[in-house]
């Protein structure tokens, strides 16, 4: 059990001095930052003519080259 114990202390060691590791939290937070602008944009993009129903509506309206304002 000790040994098994100590193991995982050196492979968590290992991980932590990794700089890897450092990449993907930054990586993580980029994808954090561009989701929550998304999502802040669409909802100013449907806040006007109720809501995102209706605005995929407009757009598949405006792709299929109907009526398209």
Request: aromatic share 8%.
């Amino acid at each position: 059990m000790q040994n098994f114990l100590k193991a995982i202390g050196q492979s968590t060691q290992g991980f932590l001095r990794e700089e890897e590791g450092a990449q993907v939290v930054e990586y993580a937070l980029i994808i954090a930052v561009v989701s929550i602008a998304l999502v802040v944009a669409l909802k100013g993009l449907t806040a006007n003519n109720g809501g995102f129903t209706s605005f995929i509506t407009r757009v598949t309206t405006c792709l299929t080259g109907t009526n398209c304002q």
